[in-house]
């Protein structure tokens, strides 16, 4: 645990990417085998199972303490993560120990076979012979949620130099359902075997933003567009007579979409699809909030699949008759995409999602301002040369979002931040007006910069009229332009409207609250755009 | 019934026996001041009292003001009260102030810390019926380690960027932090630059005879590469400037009670954050309120809310009192603020 704290403690203090890849590669060199195994599945968002309740940690921490357990919930929205608060109320350790990551992972595993004091004994044991900086590690093995300031990408980087495998290659066969109880170091990365894992994914490709118009990229005729569609971001692995649907998050979403099984009679095997599953009736998608209501269920009732059936909209093609043909430019990957999907039946959960046709960006400009109409969010622009690339990465494929739509709200409530964010307002409930009155319609927390939240901070500490527990009531006296996605009927909230995707576009200094949008403005733009 | 020794006003924390304001944030005639922090002692009062170590720093920061002066424990008869400035050990000058009024004797706290820095006069507790007290911290997961192991750390983590050629930037406080951390690092690692606003601080601290070691103050003319393996003394608000640029390759850190939050020290994006915290942390605030005997406390700044739940549970006659304290905030710098 000394070497895994060190890295984890190496890595929390430095902001500098070189300076983690170089304290990870020394790891991976170093570190023994199932160590590094267990870090790479650590950094991969693979956590070990939880084998004890959040409850519980928090009962035996305030216990340990001495501290009421309602003082350890207060303090725990301020630090802002459960494994860093028990961490810190901690006493200090009578003992230390030496073990291994492994054998702590091992420890707690067992733990679950064990009747609640054992466990309760083993945890109070555990915490009390590790450090403070080991205990949190631990606690993050207990809680899960292992964020280091690493990306996978970084992680992957640093283990390609302390392997001198591909980084590419890597990526690759660091995807899919695995755990470090049921692989091996050799078998994962030194010498995979692809028949061992059918349901296997590869890298998503992530665009960037295009900030601006495409007018800096090259010849419109080298680019593809497609709308941005509004729905999950899918990869569809079809082998050996199995399917499997993989979620941009590495999560398996198969059991959530139980159409996908008959693509199995339309495509053959040994072909994975990069798409998006969105809720689909009379050839077109419905909004987002029908999906919305199949994401979080893990089975679905039966109302459920004929209200909001769910198809793939399918736009790349990265395996083909068993074959990885991620290498080939975009528009032979697609031009086999389309010939894959053109004679499907009417029933096949699968379409291709059409490209656009323009010749010039401005063509390409008018289409964009249709993307509400058609559900969409905006454009994908992608090369049609390019290969399909793994992670965000710049250059080939770029996402033209549709403006968003604002409106200039009164801030009326304030509430701290935890975490990153402890000590500032960053939380706020704004309002537009009716007649004289303001109701709230929304609450946003970002958008702004740390400066700008100091200065509303200090601002609010002197502006405060009510509190309501952590919440202030401030006096109204700040308009802030709210930029949001999408607008929706709500019966449950009192304005009536629930937003999609809010966010503090710009504080505006110069409007005088007087002028800030009235509820009937936000009625027109739900008629509009709801 | 009389009137209470003190009330909370729109200006400040009133004593009606004496017609004094204590830390008044409007402009009173009459101000006693705990300290020189911009939140306590603001301007445009009549006139000030403050102790002898924290007057100097406010007429560096305040100008010309009209500040009579009082020694630590002397008594003060200001109309029917008893006044008396001790210890708050929160930064050199800073003081408590006891009123008394009737035989009864309510203490304001200031800002304060308990645990000894070596450089500000140590923390006294002072028998009270009521106290008035701070709680930044006043949280169990607020725990501080001793100012020597904090310092062992700064230390090493200035002596690794030496003898890897990088600058060792470090911000804190102009007034307090930096004349704190000054005093408890091992100079002899190399030298000491110091940024203009921690520097005019020290001028005036060492004018009082304050020990503190050599430094240099940073102008246009000053050469970084002249001073190889620096520690440059900055303020938070020259973190991350064109200012902080001009030393090169450096590696960055930052003092402050915050840095107990990992969350806290990744928005500074600082690389290294070091707990060292002028106020008071859990326990202190805790021993500190213990120590007075005091029945009824009131909590000014900090999360007031949880800290009056929980001295209510521990049996205090215990409420809120809005003020415009800020304690300690990471940035604007409170001697810098406006």
New interface residues.
């Given amino acids: 645990m000394k070497r895994f704290t060190a890295l984890f403690t190496a890595l ?5 990417t070189n300076a983690k890849v170089d304290a990870l590669a020394a790891y991976f060199a170093e570190a023994p085998e199932p160590d590094r195994l267990w870090t790479i599945a650590l950094l991969s968002g693979r956590r070990p199972k939880r084998t004890i309740t959040t409850t519980h940690l928090r009962e035996w921490a305030a216990e340990r ?1 001495g ?2 357990l ?3 919930e ?2 725990y929205p ?4 459960l494994a ?2 028990i961490a ?2 901690l006493p200090d350790p009578g003992s230390t120990s030496d073990r291994s990551l492994t054998h702590w992972i091992g420890m707690l595993r067992d733990l679950s076979k064990l009747d609640e004091a054992a466990r309760k004994q083993g945890i109070l044991d555990a915490w009390d012979q590790l450090t403070a900086r080991e205990r ?1 590690v631990f606690n993050k093995l207990l809680t899960g949620g292992f964020r280091m ?1 690493v990306s996978q990408k970084l992680m992957t980087r640093a283990l390609s130099r302390a392997t001198g495998i591909d980084e590419s290659d890597l990526a690759h066969r660091l995807m899919g359902d695995w755990s470090p109880e049921t692989t091996s170091f050799d078998a994962l990365i030194r010498a995979p075997d692809p028949e061992t894992d059918l349901s296997k994914p590869y890298p998503f490709y992530l665009a960037y933003q295009l900030d601006g118009g495409p007018e800096a990229l090259d010849d419109p005729a080298n680019w593809a567009a497609e709308r941005k569609w509004d729905g999950i971001r899918g990869q569809l692995v079809l082998r050996g007579g199995q399917h499997f649907l993989w979620s941009r998050g590495e999560e398996l979403m198969t059991d959530r979409f139980p159409e996908f099984a008959r693509l199995i009679d339309f495509v053959p095997p040994g072909t994975v699809l990069d798409g998006e599953v969105l809720a689909w009736t009379d050839d077109a998608p419905l909004p987002f909030n029908a999906l919305q209501k199949r994401i979080g269920r893990k089975t679905v009732p039966k109302k459920l699949l004929t209200e909001a059936p769910v198809i793939l909209y399918a736009y790349d093609l990265l395996e083909h008759e068993g074959r990885d043909i991620r290498a080939l430019p975009f528009a032979e990957r697609r031009a086999r995409l389309d010939a894959l999907t053109a004679d499907l039946p009417p029933e096949a959960p699968l379409r291709a999602s059409p490209l656009l046709s323009f010749a010039s960006w401005d063509d390409l400009a008018a289409i964009r301002s249709q993307s509400r109409e058609h559900q969409a969010e905006g454009l994908m622009l992608k090369r049609k040369d390019a290969p399909y690339r793994d992670g965000r990465r710049k250059g080939d494929w770029w996402k033209w979002k549709v403006d968003p739509l604002t409106i200039d709200a009164v801030m009326i409530y304030a509430q701290q931040g ?6 500032l307002f960053t939380d706020f409930t704004f309002a537009v007006w009716n007649g004289d009155d303001l109701v709230p319609f929304t609450k946003a927390y970002s958008g702004l910069t ?1 400066e700008e939240f ?1 200065r509303i901070t ?1 601002w609010v ?2 502006n ?1 009229l009510e ?1 309501y ?2 919440v202030r009531q401030v006096k109204p006296e700040h308009v802030f332009e709210i930029a949001f996605e999408g607008i929706q009927a709500s019966p449950r909230h009192k304005s009536g409207v629930a937003l999609r995707f809010p966010r503090m576009a710009r504080w505006r200094h110069d409007k005088p609250t007087a002028e800030a949008n009235t509820l009937t403005d936000l009625q027109e733009m739900l008629t509009a755009y709801g | 019934m009389a009137d209470p020794v003190l009330t909370f006003t729109d200006r400040g924390i009133y004593c009606p026996a004496a017609d004094v304001f204590i830390d008044p944030w409007k402009p009173v005639d009459r101000a006693l001041i705990t300290h020189g922090h911009a939140d306590h002692a603001r301007p445009g009062m009549g006139r000030y009292l403050a102790t002898d170590g924290a007057a100097p720093v406010m007429r560096h920061r305040l100008g010309d003001i009209a500040i009579e002066t009082v020694a630590y424990g002397e008594t003060r008869r200001i109309g029917g009260a008893a006044i008396s400035f001790h210890p708050a050990g929160h930064v050199p000058g800073s003081a408590q102030i006891r009123v008394e009024v009737g035989g009864e004797v309510w203490v304001v706290s200031g800002d304060y810390k308990v645990a000894p820095d070596g450089l500000s006069e140590p923390f006294e507790p002072i028998r009270c019926h009521t106290f008035i007290t701070e709680c930044t911290f006043g949280l169990p997961v607020f725990r501080w380690d001793s100012q020597n192991a904090v310092a062992a750390q700064i230390n090493d983590w200035w002596r690794a960027n030496a003898a890897e050629g990088r600058a060792t930037i470090l911000g804190a406080y102009a007034l307090g932090k930096a004349q704190r951390l000054l005093s408890a690092i091992d100079a002899s690692i190399g030298p000491i630059l110091t940024h203009g606003a921690v520097e005019n601080t020290n001028e005036v601290l060492r004018a009082q005879g304050l020990p503190l070691p050599d430094t240099i103050r940073v102008t246009p003319e000053i050469n970084p590469k002249d001073h190889p393996g620096a520690l440059v003394l900055a303020t938070p608000s020259a973190l991350g400037t064109a200012w902080a640029r001009k030393f090169g390759p450096a590696s960055t850190g930052f003092a402050s009670g915050w840095m107990a939050l990992r969350g806290v020290r990744r928005r500074r994006a600082a690389d290294r954050g070091f707990v060292l915290s002028d106020h008071a942390d859990w326990e202190g605030l805790n021993t500190a309120i213990a120590e007075t005997g005091a029945e009824r406390i009131f909590a000014t700044h900090g999360y007031t809310q949880i800290f009056r739940r929980w001295l209510e549970s521990q049996g205090y006659d215990a409420a809120i009192v809005e003020t415009q304290y800020e304690g300690e905030t990471l940035d604007p710098d409170p001697v810098e603020a406006p």
């Fill in positions: 929390d203090q430095t902001t500098k303490a501290i009421p309602w003082l350890f207060e303090s301020i630090v802002g993560d860093e608060t810190l109320v949190l300031g935890h975490g990153r964010r402890a000590n740390d100091g200090a500490r002197r405060t509190r527990g952590p």
